[in-house]
């Protein structure tokens, strides 16, 4: 699993850093070569990177050490992000930390996912066929391609001709291309002649942009297909400027189609339309990360990427106000044989709404370890029945405690996300007596009960324990006592605090497995944490 964190300026900047981690190769294993001397458990070290290419430089930690303080053993601490990797893989040199002269043995590999196209714009072309009959001045207009919606055609003028045979243009209008049309040999309309086809220059577009990812799930299953488009807007006062992304799943990829064409796409277009606009709905329809306004801030983020899945966190944090966006893309591992969970993709993000910012004091903001909604979204699985299903969190039973009202409610049938499942590395011995109450707060029958916040660690020989769950989606219909368990989300774990001093990027080890801990989104309850598995 890939881990890494970094800062970026802006919310174009995140997506930027995003694609490099997920679509870039990585440190994956790391042994020691030569101790060196005068380390400590802790250290940081980077690696000298001889002759690599990366936008994010891999880490290594220092787990233990001997009496002069050389190096025993060590792990990957963030996995970089790498076009090029280092040419020294045997015997890589260290830098930073408390000592000199360690080495180490490097391996890298692919994350998985594969940038699969990004909005782009005409920056030049050449002559692939001149034509005939035009003249200088003409206006040459690509042909082909989707432009999306507010795109528009790039177009050329004829700066010069040879008895009507075009033999140079230049750019002017760019255009912007959800899918371009084609590098070579494009057609053009325009000008008083015909014939002529042009080669194209093109480059991503600067500002808001369509990114499409697909991911490798190892053959078992249909590789996930995950897209953002970043937009800005108003919040639903009208009054301050929103910096966000819209995301979206499909159960296939195209590379002629738009997103909002794609087969089986997840909510958040308006349909009224269908021309790639985002639904205008303030009450919630899709899934939304509110991430900035115009303020002067950095954004810090988290990412965990397998080939099947990715989870990132976003720390928002300006005036006061501090907010943890979470959202989660991919596969899940089933629970099911393929003919039952055919393609079990799952897509949760923070809102549900497109026009909220993070100082949005009348929204509720949760996590991927704690959904809530108000209409469609930000929570959807693919069913094997060939649907988009929403869920929300499962262990709030009722509205009483929200105000307003986000329809979290108790209705059935119905499908939830819950703290379920084995204890990650925990066996239930004498030395670790768990008190859990009510079958974690759910009845198979009716999915009614209390919340599962009565959860506490018991002092131990060995230490507390903190308890963590897979986030777990069920689906049941209390009326026709039905009742499944799809799957659980890798990688991810419900986590109580049971009432002790924790605080988000709280780093926590149990069982010899590392995990991040951070609260969804503004939720700072106990039971509103999640921890994220580092390795």
């Known amino acids: 699993m890939t881990w890494n964190q970094g800062t970026a300026t802006d919310y174009l900047n995140l997506l930027d850093q995003l694609v490099q981690v997920v679509t ?31 936008t994010h430089v891999a880490q290594i930690e220092v787990l233990t050490v001997g009496g002069s303080g050389e190096v025993a053993t060590a792990r990957v601490y963030t996995g970089g992000a790498y076009t090029v990797d280092p040419s020294t893989v045997v015997g890589n040199a260290a830098t930073g930390g408390s000592g000199s002269s ?7 590999a692919e994350t ?18 001149g034509g005939t ?21 790039a177009t050329f003028n004829v700066d010069s001709v040879s008895v009507g045979v075009v033999t140079a243009v230049t750019l002017v209008l760019a255009g ?8 070579s040999a494009v057609q053009v309309t325009g000008g008083g002649g015909s014939g002529a086809l042009l080669n194209l220059t093109a480059a991503n577009k600067t500002g808001d942009t369509v990114v499409v990812l697909t991911g490798d799930s190892g053959g078992a299953l249909a590789d996930p297909v995950f897209a953002i488009k970043t937009y800005q807007g108003t919040d639903e006062s009208t009054i301050n400027v929103t910096y966000n992304w819209a995301l979206f799943m499909a159960t296939a990829n195209s590379q002629v189609l738009p997103v909002h064409q794609l087969v089986n796409v997840t909510s958040g277009f308006n349909t009224s339309t269908n021309d790639g606009q985002i639904t205008a709905s303030s009450t919630g329809d899709g899934c939304f990360v509110p991430l900035k306004t115009s303020d002067a801030f950095n954004l810090s983020w988290w990412i965990s990427a397998t080939g099947r899945r990715v989870h990132a966190v976003v720390k928002v944090q300006a005036s006061g106000t501090t907010y943890y966006p979470q959202f989660s893309f991919g596969l899940l591992n089933p629970f099911g ?5 055919a393609y079990p993709a799952c897509l949760i993000g923070p809102s549900d709404r497109k026009s909220v910012w993070y100082r949005d004091t009348n929204s509720l903001f949760g996590g991927v370890s704690e959904i809530i909604r108000r209409n469609n979204g930000p929570g959807f699985f693919w069913s094997a029945e060939g649907t988009w299903l929403q869920f929300a ?8 405690s929200l105000s307003p009202s986000y329809n979290v409610s108790n209705t059935t049938p119905r499908t939830a996300l819950w703290p379920l499942g084995y204890m990650q590395a925990h066996e239930l011995t004498a030395d670790q007596n768990w008190e859990i109450a009510s079958a974690l707060g759910f009845d198979n029958e009716d999915f009614t009960d209390v919340a599962p916040t009565l959860i506490y660690r018991t002092p131990n020989t060995g230490g507390d324990l903190f308890p963590l769950f897979p986030l777990t989606i069920t689906q049941g219909d209390a009326a026709t006592d039905f009742f499944r368990v799809l799957g659980e989300i890798d990688g991810c774990f419900w986590f109580s605090t049971g009432g002790e001093a924790v605080a988000s990027e709280d780093r926590l080890q149990q069982a010899g497995v590392r995990y991040r801990l951070f609260q969804n989104g503004t939720r700072i309850q106990h039971h509103s ?3 994220i598995r580092e390795d």
Do not use: C, K, M
């Not at 009959?133 to 055609?153: E, F, H, M, P, R």
């Open 529 to 531: 944490y999640i921890a």
């Open 393 to 400: 969190n499962g262990i709030i039973t009722s509205n009483t």
């Open 24 to 54: 870039s190769r990585h440190l994956s294993t790391v042994a020691v070569n030569a101790a060196g001397t005068g380390y400590v458990a802790g250290d940081i070290l980077g690696i000298t990177g001889t002759g690599a290419t990366s």
């Open 133 to 153: 009959g035009y003249a200088v001045s003409d206006t040459l207009t690509l042909v082909g391609g989707v432009q999306g919606n507010g795109g528009s055609a």
């Open 337 to 341: 044989v393929a003919s039952e969970l």
């Open 102 to 108: 360690a080495t180490f043995d490097l391996a890298f």
């Open 176 to 183: 912007q291309y959800e899918v371009p049309p084609g590098l």
């Open 112 to 129: 998985g996912w594969t940038q699969r196209r990004r909005t782009q714009v005409a920056v030049s072309a050449t002559i692939s066929a």
